[in-house]
Each structure stands twice: as C-alpha cells, then as structure tokens.
C-alpha cells in the first residue's frame, strides 16, 4: 500500500478527558506528549493540559518530533448567535494558525446532550427539527467555513454521537447544504458505528469531502449495555465503549477502510482518537498498539 500523502497523529484524549476532567486527571502534558512520540506518532491534537503559549508549545513539541494538526472547536450554532460563533471560532484559528495546523475540526453542542452524564445518548440526542433550523444552521457553519478558508485552513465538522449531525442521513443534508469550498468533514469511524452506520459504506460517500479522519474501534458489548441500559454517552465512554484499532475486542473492519483511503485522493492526518479510562486502559500501550496495527496495514 502506498500511503505517502498520510501522516499519523493522536489525540490527548486517550490520555486526559476534556469532557471528564478526572480521567487522567493524574497524566501531565508533559507525559502526554512523550509518550506519543515514544509510541511512535509524529502529530497530535490540542488537549486541556497544553500550554496556551504557542512558543512554549512549539518547543515542547518540537523536542518530541511532533506538530499540531487539529482542534476540536465547540460549535454552537443552535443556541448562540453568530457573532459569537465567529469570535470563539477566530480566536482558535489564531492559535491554530500560529501552530501550522491546516485544519479545525468540532461538531455542534449546543443542543447536544453529549456532555451531560444523565441523558440517554441515543433518547436524548440534538435535533433539528424544521427546515429554518436547519437553514440557520447551515447557513452559520458555511460563513464560519469561508473564514476559515481565507485564512488557508478548513473547517472538518465532526459528525458526533448525541448531536444533531449523528447519522448518516444527517450528515448527507450537512453536506448537501453547505458549499464544499467552506465546509468539509472529520470523519469518525467508530461514532458512525456506534450511530448504528456502516463506517466503510459511510468512508466510500464522504471520502471526496474529508477533510481530517479519526480511527477508534468499538466494544460491541458494551455498545449493547448503551441500548439496554439507555446510557449516557459519557458514562458508555467510562465504561469502555471504545477502544484502539488493533484491539481484539473491536469490531470494526479497518483493512477495508484503510483501502477506501487508498484508493482514494486523500491528503492528511489519520489521528488515533479512542477515548478510555486511563486508569483501566493505559494509553501508551494502547497507542502503541494502534501504532503497530497502523504500521502493519499501511507500512507507515
């Protein structure tokens, strides 16, 4: 396989939880970042922990080999205005920009229910849910999407479980909706399995309009105690409903996604982004797992 347009990076997520400031409460910025250049990753997305100082940031990562490809940007198109839309979305292209990253990802929370530790994921998720919401919606992520690509970045929206852009169906109006210049995807694997998706057919459709790829597996197991029990989505994250590709425990075919890329145009970053429990799943030995499984099946 020949992957030479691709770089291979990691999120600190797996090591400290934004969304759940307790899971790796006890792993420093300084660990984090070691142990993914230990692990053998060369790029990283943006964490609580790092330093807001991009000169300092720059030095910490350049001792380690590593660069910046990504944020996640919070979105809240359905409940603020756009004005502030624009002024949270801005200052983080400054910061992102200073850091040579060429693109900023997120996905819209302000009517999701992914952060609250109570509400059913699949009951309780965001909609929207008539076409002026839509519109508004769209027409907000489009004006934020043509900033970014004046400034030479693009804008990868995360399509995310207990949002209003979970589903396949759902992200096909996104995209229909918004321009292709302005607005582009960050697809995720396992948030389209755990949505009940077929990752590979969903890669084929948005393969053209990917922007940035994340790869987790999912524990189908613990996937099911989400139906039955009507879970949280952060209590099925503490319960370990994801994992690394190259774990036995997943389930989802990663050679055949890894073909889809292939054979396709796509330049940039695939990023290991499989939240867990530290405490449970150690995140160096589970990054160098992914980081094996990655080499076997692309040779990078």
Not at 244 to 268: A, H, N
Request: proline share 4%; hydrophobic share 35%; charged share 25%.
């Amino acid at each position: 396989m020949n992957f030479e347009n691709i770089k291979l990076g990691v999120a600190p997520i797996n090591w400290t939880n934004d969304d759940m400031p307790e899971l790796g409460g006890e792993n420093t910025f300084e660990q984090c970042i070691s142990e993914m250049a230990l692990a053998g990753f060369t790029g990283c997305e943006v964490g609580n922990k790092f330093p807001r100082d991009t000169d300092v940031l720059k030095k910490a990562l350049g001792l380690r080999g590593l660069q910046i490809c990504n944020q996640w940007n919070s979105y809240e198109l359905t409940t603020k205005s756009l004005e502030e839309n624009i002024n949270n979305f801005t200052a983080l292209l400054d910061f992102l920009e200073t850091m040579g990253a060429k693109v900023i990802g997120g996905g819209e929370v302000g009517n999701s229910c992914q952060g609250q530790m109570t509400v059913p994921v699949f009951e309780g998720k965001g909609m929207l849910n008539s076409d002026e919401e839509w519109k508004s919606f769209t027409d907000g992520l489009n004006e934020l999407g043509k900033i970014a690509r004046g400034r030479g970045m693009k804008l990868a929206f995360h399509h995310h479980m207990g949002t209003c852009i979970q589903s396949i169906a759902e992200t096909d109006r996104l995209l229909a909706e918004t321009d292709p210049e302005n607005v582009y995807l960050n697809y995720d694997c396992g948030h389209f399995y755990f949505a009940g998706e077929d990752p590979v057919a969903a890669l084929k459709k948005y393969i053209g309009r990917t922007a940035h790829i994340h790869l987790k597996d999912v524990r189908p197991n613990v996937l099911q105690r989400v139906h039955d029990e009507k879970l949280s989505f952060l209590t099925a994250v503490k319960q370990g409903v994801f994992t690394v590709p190259g774990d036995s425990e997943g389930c989802i075919d990663f050679p055949s996604l890894f073909e889809v890329i292939k054979e396709s145009d796509y330049q940039g970053w695939i990023v290991l982004e499989a939240e867990q429990d530290p405490a449970v799943a150690n995140p160096l030995e589970y990054a160098m797992i992914a980081r094996k499984f990655f080499k076997n099946l692309t040779g990078i």
